[in-house]
């Protein structure tokens, strides 16, 4: 089984998250889930957005890596909930042990240099998703794969953005338990 490393979105560290989190640990994982908004939650995703523009990128990438370098050694899967995604999708890139980059509903951009050996990447996405617009996965898969990414792309007709959080009026039941299903499944192979 795997350590996944699971980092929040925008809204912060909410009740979906330890949710999920608990859903990896009952399928075996053991799972880390730092709070890099260290307390704060919001209630909107503009409200998180300023939230995340107050720290900042610099400063979240550092509570990141802070918080998960004491596990590196033993090859972390990263995983992300949309902003969360873009976290660990960084991460992942700059860790040579990364064993697996799970994402859902976010990604982020990826440098020119990027590259890994092989890493087992998995992207869960709505279609369409304002945050995710097409064109913009299509770019990201193909950088992702010259990196060497070896990448899988499930995405879910109709699913608001961060569908698979119960408690916000994106949910969609279905797409979320397709995702958790294919996901677990992703996991058992690392």
């Keep these: 089984m795997a350590t996944v490393v699971l ?7 909410r009740p979906a998250v330890h949710s999920a989190a608990e859903r ?4 075996g994982h053991q799972v880390l889930v730092p709070d ?6 919001a209630a909107t995703v503009e409200e998180g957005m300023v939230i995340k523009d107050e720290i900042g990128r610099d400063e979240l990438l550092r509570r990141a890596i802070t918080k998960t370098a004491p596990h590196s050694s033993e090859g972390l899967v ?3 909930f949309s902003l969360g995604g873009s976290v660990a999708q960084t991460l992942a890139l700059g860790d040579e042990k990364a064993r697996g980059l799970l994402l859902f509903h976010g990604t982020s951009d990826i440098a020119d240099d990027a590259a890994v050996d092989e890493l087992p990447v998995q992207l869960h996405v709505a279609d369409p998703d304002p945050f995710e617009p097409h064109d913009w996965l299509s770019a ?3 950088r992702m794969v010259r990196a060497g990414a070896e990448v899988e792309v499930y995405s879910y007709p109709g699913a608001g953005h961060i569908y698979t959080d119960p408690e916000l009026d994106d949910h ?3 797409a979320a338990a397709q995702t958790w299903h294919t996901a ?3 996991l058992s192979e690392l």
Excluded at 7 to 13: D, E, N, T, V
Excluded at 36 to 41: S, V
């Design 36 to 41: 890099l908004y260290e307390g704060r939650q």
């Design 184 to 186: 677990l499944a992703f």
């Design 78 to 80: 990263y995983a992300g």
């Design 24 to 27: 990896l640990r009952a399928a």
């Design 140 to 142: 990201w898969y193909l």
């Design 7 to 13: 980092f929040h979105s925008a809204y912060g560290l």
């Design 172 to 174: 969609d039941a279905e």
